[in-house]
């Protein structure tokens, strides 16, 4: 900036004393030294701080006008320092009007001159600026000119002090020499920085445009740069983008914050959410940091814009699986419960009714563990499919579990509204589903609660309509029922029994008792049968079919089937004789557990013979998970233990179950004992039976047997074991003294078989 003062100063200087060369008032003339040497300086010093106000100032007309000022000012007063620096033989005198005239021709052109010099990136603009200047210069000198007026006098005294035409010419030649000098200097030295300014800006525009945020610098509202990923967000080359306003890329409600952050001051500014307009119009979510540089030498302020659409797109989804079941799409509880919460709020309002229809399918975990998860994920879609289909768009379905559903509808008017759309709902469900190539039937139990009348709160609604469920439950499934005051009692003494049941074991509160298993052929005992029964404080014995099922439904059964077994070794491992123990193992039981390995350790703990333990289990283990209920019987079997098919005939396909494992014994169930001497077929499917265990090596037990008359039959028909309340009822003792034993075997004696008969 000095170097362009010097230029510009000194250029001024000797286009004035050049003119001054020219002035021929046919006298002699001289000029005084110091007042020329002062003419150079005030040009000099006078341009370089117009110079410096120009730059340092915003870019504004007052700080033009100011700056164009001192210009004018400092060439008026570098041209009339040079002609008072004028000595002649002379009176010179000047006419104030044009000296006013050209002070103000002078301050007028600089002004105008600095105003266009804001931007000088065009040829067209750098001449029109140096026109302005050049008539500033020319204007003033020529008007100033025109104010002198010369009257001849005394000769020149002091010429030592003087200069004189020759040596002025001198002077303004060295002067000009200085000047192009300086001027190639300072062309040298703007186009070294104006090089390192463009390989900084190289730099920075390849630096900016491997960012992935956009980038963008603006000075007075106008782009003056942006990067690459400014023109993929905005949908415009960067020719359409530098020179906008940036106002004109966000959206127009975004105009008054822009507006804020501008006048703020840089501490306050925190990165904020905008909207940036592209070419096409879209409003995209952005995020806004800016901070103020320098840049071109001069104060800009530099804009990051990150592109926030993949957040935004993200939250939604993250909102969306925060409330929706991921496999069916369905709203999930949070969500179903916000829906009944409106809903109520919405009843209080105009006193809409509601009904909330708790769904639970039947059969489906059979379907699940037989056909596999990926099955049982095809049918709950198509079972979220078929309900949707029964329903309006205001009710809402919703997943709550693994194969429960919550229904809200709403507004109701009647009960009987609700119960037809429950009845259509477990119709649907009724028929068939199609999971290639297969073809499965599955059914659903409703439990119904209404508002008013059943619950005014989301917690009391649904669990009226859980209560009305679990009733349906208890009857048989398959149905539906409308929640009634008195399923609380039976629930409040459901829930209450499942609590005691927990800490069951803890307070050794479960008993074992056994029954024997005789010979059919001598009497003599073989084995004992381990029931569980619960000698509850306050409620007695409590049956194994009341809270044996209530075991498995809450993930006890587990527990209490190791105890079974625990107990079963360590107390046959104390008997007399080698009796074998037989335990049941519920399906449950083997999908909870690992029986192999409970077993073992009973066994090892109390060094019973694996040969003396009995595992008895039913065909459900095997329609639940077939292949899973191999391997268990394999290891099983690996380890010595017995194993015996309990209830055989009562399944569904028990002669492929034969098939596919290889049992110890078979245990016929009582079922076909009572009808024993009523009808044939009794008799004919239990000798099918034996006929059939005999045939494939097996062992075959009747249970149930309480007639003297039902045991000669059995006897005839040529049964392996025997065992009921004929022979001995269970007891939590083994009743296994001589005297009893003597007594079963006397009820085999061939006499005793002829008065039986």
Same mark, same amino acid.
């Given at each position: 900036?000095?170097?362009?003062?010097?230029?510009? %100063?000194?250029?001024?200087?000797?286009?004035?004393?050049?003119?001054?060369?020219?002035?021929?008032?046919?006298?002699?003339?001289? /000029?005084?030294?110091?007042?020329?040497?002062?003419?150079?300086?005030?040009?000099?010093?006078?341009?370089?701080?117009?110079?410096? +106000?120009?730059?340092?100032?915003?870019? $504004?007309?007052?700080?033009?006008?100011?700056?164009?000022?001192?210009?004018?000012?400092?060439?008026?007063?570098?041209?009339?320092?040079?002609?008072?620096?004028?000595?002649?033989?002379? *009176?010179?005198?000047?006419?104030?009007?044009?000296?006013?005239?050209?002070?103000?021709?002078?301050?007028?052109?600089?002004?105008?001159?600095?105003?266009?010099?804001?931007?000088?990136?065009?040829?067209?603009?750098?001449?029109?600026?140096?026109?302005?200047?050049?008539?500033?210069?020319?204007?003033?000198?020529?008007?100033?000119?025109?104010?002198?007026?010369? $009257? !001849?006098?005394?000769?020149?005294?002091?010429?030592?002090?003087?200069?004189?035409?020759?040596?002025?010419?001198?002077?303004?030649?060295?002067?000009?020499?200085?000047?192009?000098?300086?001027?190639?200097?300072?062309?040298?030295?703007?186009?070294?920085?104006?090089?390192?300014?463009?390989?900084?800006? &190289?730099?920075?525009?390849? +630096?900016?445009?491997?960012?992935?945020?956009?980038?963008?610098?603006?000075?007075?509202?106008?782009?003056?740069?942006? &990067?690459?990923? %400014?023109?993929?967000?905005?949908?415009?080359?960067?020719?359409?983008?530098?020179?906008?306003?940036?106002?004109?890329?966000?959206?127009?409600?975004?105009?008054?914050?822009?507006?804020?952050?501008?006048?703020?001051?840089?501490?306050?500014?925190?990165?904020?959410?905008?909207?940036?307009?592209?070419?096409?119009?879209?409003?995209?979510?952005?995020?806004?940091?800016?901070?103020?540089?320098?840049?071109?030498?001069?104060?800009?302020?530099?804009?990051? *814009?990150?592109?926030?659409?993949?957040? =935004?797109?993200?939250?939604?989804?993250?909102?969306?699986?925060?409330?929706?079941?991921?496999?069916?799409?369905? !709203? #999930?509880?949070?969500?179903?419960?916000?829906?009944?919460?409106?809903?109520?709020?919405?009843?209080?309002?105009?006193?809409?009714?509601?009904?909330?229809?708790?769904?639970?399918?039947?059969?489906?975990?059979?379907?699940?563990?037989?056909?596999?998860?990926?099955?049982?994920?095809?049918?709950?879609?198509?079972?979220?499919?078929?309900?949707?289909?029964?329903?309006?768009? $205001?009710?809402?379905?919703?997943?709550?579990?693994?194969?429960?559903?919550?229904?809200?509808?709403?507004?109701?008017?009647?009960?009987?509204?609700?119960?037809?759309?429950?009845?259509?709902?477990?119709?649907?469900?009724?028929?068939?589903?199609?999971?290639?190539?297969?073809?499965?039937?599955?059914?659903?139990?409703?439990?119904?609660?209404?508002?008013?009348?059943?619950?005014?709160?989301?917690?009391?609604?649904?669990?009226?309509?859980?209560?009305?469920?679990?009733?349906?439950?208890?009857?048989?499934?398959?149905?539906? =029922?409308?929640?009634?005051?008195?399923?609380?009692?039976?629930?409040?003494?459901?829930?209450?029994?499942?609590?005691?049941?927990?800490?069951?074991?803890?307070?050794?509160?479960?008993?074992? /008792? /056994?029954?024997?298993?005789?010979?059919?052929?001598? %009497?003599?005992?073989?084995?004992?049968?381990?029931?569980?029964?619960?000698?509850?404080?306050?409620?007695? *014995?409590?049956?194994?079919?009341?809270?044996?099922?209530?075991?498995?439904?809450? &993930?006890?059964?587990?527990?209490?089937?190791?105890?079974?077994?625990?107990?079963?070794?360590?107390?046959?491992?104390?008997?007399?004789?080698?009796? =074998?123990?037989?335990? &049941?193992?519920?399906?449950?039981?083997?999908?909870?557990?690992?029986?192999?390995?409970?077993?073992?350790?009973?066994?090892?703990?109390?060094?019973?013979?694996?040969?003396?333990?009995?595992?008895?289990?039913?065909?459900?283990?095997?329609?639940?998970?077939?292949?899973?209920?191999?391997?268990?019987?394999?290891?099983?079997?690996?380890?010595?233990?017995?194993?015996?098919?309990?209830?055989?005939?009562?399944?569904?396909?028990?002669?492929?179950?034969?098939?596919?494992?290889?049992?110890?014994?078979?245990?016929?169930?009582?079922?076909?004992?009572?009808?024993?001497?009523?009808?044939?077929?009794?008799?004919?499917?239990?000798?099918?039976?034996?006929?059939?265990?005999? #045939?494939?090596?097996?062992?075959?037990?009747?249970?149930?047997?309480?007639?003297?008359?039902?045991?000669?039959?059995?006897?005839?028909? %040529?049964?392996?074991?025997?065992?009921?309340? *004929?022979?001995?009822?269970?007891?939590?003792?083994?009743?296994?003294?001589? +005297?009893?034993?003597?007594?079963?075997?006397?009820?085999?004696?061939? !006499?005793?078989?002829?008065? /039986?008969?």
């Amino acid at each position: 900036m000095f170097v362009s003062a010097t230029v510009f %100063g000194c250029g001024v200087w000797s286009l004035h004393f050049v003119a001054m060369l020219a002035f021929h008032p046919a006298l002699n003339i001289a /000029y005084d030294l110091h007042a020329t040497y002062a003419s150079i300086v005030v040009s000099v010093i006078g341009t370089l701080l117009a110079f410096v +106000l120009r730059h340092r100032l915003p870019s $504004t007309s007052s700080a033009a006008i100011l700056a164009g000022t001192i210009l004018g000012l400092s060439i008026a007063g570098m041209h009339y320092l040079g002609v008072g620096a004028m000595q002649a033989s002379s *009176l010179v005198s000047f006419d104030p009007t044009y000296v006013a005239l050209s002070i103000l021709l002078s301050i007028g052109f600089s002004t105008i001159a600095l105003m266009r010099a804001r931007t000088l990136a065009s040829m067209v603009r750098r001449f029109e600026v140096t026109t302005w200047l050049a008539l500033a210069i020319c204007g003033l000198h020529f008007t100033g000119m025109t104010a002198v007026t010369v $009257t !001849p006098m005394q000769p020149l005294e002091g010429a030592a002090l003087l200069l004189g035409s020759t040596h002025l010419g001198l002077a303004v030649g060295s002067v000009s020499l200085l000047v192009i000098c300086a001027g190639l200097v300072a062309l040298m030295l703007q186009h070294h920085l104006s090089q390192r300014s463009l390989n900084e800006m &190289n730099r920075m525009r390849l +630096l900016s445009d491997l960012a992935y945020e956009v980038l963008l610098i603006h000075r007075d509202g106008r782009v003056l740069e942006v &990067n690459s990923a %400014g023109t993929r967000l905005f949908g415009m080359p960067v020719e359409q983008i530098i020179g906008r306003p940036v106002l004109e890329l966000f959206a127009k409600s975004d105009a008054p914050a822009l507006t804020r952050r501008a006048a703020s001051r840089p501490e306050d500014l925190h990165p904020e959410e905008f909207e940036a307009r592209t070419a096409a119009g879209v409003l995209v979510p952005v995020e806004l940091s800016c901070r103020t540089i320098e840049f071109g030498g001069k104060p800009a302020t530099a804009v990051a *814009l990150r592109d926030l659409s993949a957040l =935004r797109r993200d939250e939604a989804r993250i909102r969306h699986l925060a409330l929706h079941d991921a496999l069916t799409d369905l !709203p #999930n509880r949070y969500l179903m419960e916000q829906r009944i919460a409106h809903a109520l709020d919405a009843s209080a309002m105009n006193g809409d009714g509601i009904a909330v229809i708790y769904l639970d399918l039947d059969r489906f975990k059979p379907i699940n563990d037989l056909y596999g998860h990926a099955a049982g994920d095809t049918l709950l879609v198509q079972v979220a499919k078929r309900l949707l289909s029964e329903l309006r768009p $205001t009710d809402t379905l919703a997943r709550i579990g693994g194969d429960e559903f919550v229904v809200l509808l709403t507004p109701v008017a009647k009960p009987a509204y609700v119960a037809e759309i429950a009845t259509r709902l477990v119709e649907s469900l009724a028929r068939p589903f199609r999971l290639e190539p297969n073809v499965v039937k599955i059914g659903v139990s409703a439990g119904i609660a209404l508002h008013p009348d059943d619950g005014s709160t989301v917690e009391s609604l649904l669990r009226a309509a859980d209560t009305a469920l679990y009733r349906v439950k208890d009857e048989g499934r398959g149905g539906l =029922r409308f929640f009634e005051p008195s399923m609380n009692a039976h629930l409040h003494a459901r829930r209450q029994l499942e609590q005691e049941l927990s800490g069951a074991i803890a307070r050794d509160e479960l008993r074992l /008792y /056994y029954q024997p298993l005789v010979n059919a052929n001598t %009497g003599e005992i073989e084995s004992f049968e381990a029931l569980i029964r619960w000698q509850h404080p306050m409620r007695g *014995l409590v049956s194994p079919a009341e809270f044996i099922p209530l075991a498995e439904q809450t &993930n006890l059964i587990a527990s209490i089937g190791q105890w079974v077994i625990e107990t079963a070794c360590a107390e046959a491992a104390s008997w007399p004789k080698p009796w =074998r123990v037989s335990v &049941n193992v519920s399906p449950s039981q083997f999908r909870q557990s690992d029986v192999p390995a409970i077993a073992a350790a009973a066994l090892a703990r109390n060094a019973l013979a694996p040969n003396r333990l009995v595992v008895e289990i039913t065909e459900s283990v095997f329609i639940q998970d077939a292949t899973n209920a191999v391997d268990v019987l394999s290891r099983l079997r690996e380890q010595g233990i017995r194993l015996a098919l309990d209830d055989f005939g009562c399944g569904y396909s028990s002669l492929s179950y034969l098939q596919r494992f290889k049992f110890d014994k078979l245990k016929i169930d009582q079922s076909f004992v009572r009808r024993l001497g009523q009808n044939t077929d009794a008799l004919t499917i239990i000798g099918a039976i034996v006929n059939l265990g005999h #045939n494939l090596g097996l062992q075959v037990t009747v249970e149930g047997v309480e007639t003297a008359a039902q045991l000669a039959i059995l006897r005839e028909l %040529g049964c392996d074991q025997v065992q009921g309340y *004929l022979f001995a009822k269970p007891a939590p003792i083994i009743l296994a003294s001589d +005297l009893e034993q003597a007594r079963l075997r006397a009820m085999f004696h061939d !006499p005793v078989k002829r008065a /039986y008969a």
